[in-house]
T-cell receptor
Framework: DTAVSQTPKYLVTQMGNDKSIKCEQN?????MYWYKQDSKKFLKIMFS???????INETVPNRFSPKSPDKAHLNLHINSLELGDSAVYFC????????????FGSGTRLTVV | DAKTTQPPSMDCAEGRAANLPCNHS???????VYWYRQIHSQGPQYIIH???NNETNEMASLIITEDRKSSTLILPHATLRDTAVYYC???????????????FGSGTRLSIRP
């Protein structure tokens, strides 16, 4: 009965590969997000979808492509992985566009070797 | 969104009240103060938010100064499980699409000692 679940929890892959991270929320929220936390522990927003519509697209390389098949799912596909993509990726959801009540997943630790 | 300033680290004895300060001197009238925390290896967790009145919930209390230029998050009886990085964030409650995001700063690393 996890509220925001991400899979996989750990992902180790070689440079140049393509990988996907999946996120699902069962809270009935209409807005979902992807955040990246690098080795220095800074949390940076990457994307946000509201009712399957992309509403935030920060300065992220084109190799990153989010997809939201419905408002309960937001997946992140990464092409041609690079060493600098190694980080923890967090999915989150909220109802509407307020600043409170964000619920985060437990994160996906991506290691590119 | 207004910039916030927090001390990089603090410590507190278990069972005592932990008071975490945050300065937001450029806050606008329609901007709220939000607090989140991140326990090691977990996703951030929402704690509390407020506009100008003091707020309390089951997790913490939020005290906002009358001029709204600073606030304090209070954990009344800190436990070891409260060891985490605490983030103070200021933003509008319902802005345009471009404002629909929480921006995390570097936060305060709170250590609770036994």
């Amino acid at each position: 009965d996890t509220a925001v679940s991400q899979t996989p929890k750990y992902l180790v892959t070689q440079m140049g590969n393509d990988k996907s991270i999946k996120c699902e929320q069962n809270l009935g929220h209409d807005t979902m997000y992807w955040y990246k936390q690098d080795s220095k522990k800074f949390l940076k927003i990457m994307f946000s979808y509201n009712n399957k519509e992309l509403i935030i697209n920060e300065t992220v390389p084109n190799r990153f492509s989010p997809k939201s098949p419905d408002k309960a799912h937001l997946n992140l596909h990464i092409n041609s992985l690079e060493l600098g993509d190694s980080a923890v990726y967090f999915c989150a959801s909220s109802q509407g566009r307020t600043g409170y009540g964000y619920t985060f997943g437990s994160g996906t630790r991506l290691t590119v070797v | 969104d207004a910039k916030t300033t927090q001390p990089p680290s603090m410590d507190c004895a278990e069972g005592r009240a932990a008071n975490l300060p945050c300065n937001h001197s450029t806050i606008s009238g329609n901007e709220y103060v939000y607090w989140y925390r991140q326990i090691h290896s977990q996703g951030p967790q929402y704690i509390i938010h407020g506009l100008k009145n003091n707020e309390t919930n089951e997790m913490a209390s939020l005290i906002i100064t009358e001029d709204r230029k600073s606030s304090t998050l209070i954990l009344p009886h800190a436990t070891l499980r409260d060891t985490a990085v605490y983030y103070c964030i200021v933003r509008v409650a319902n802005g345009p699409s471009s404002a629909s995001k929480i921006i995390f700063g570097s936060g305060t690393r709170l250590s609770i000692r036994p």
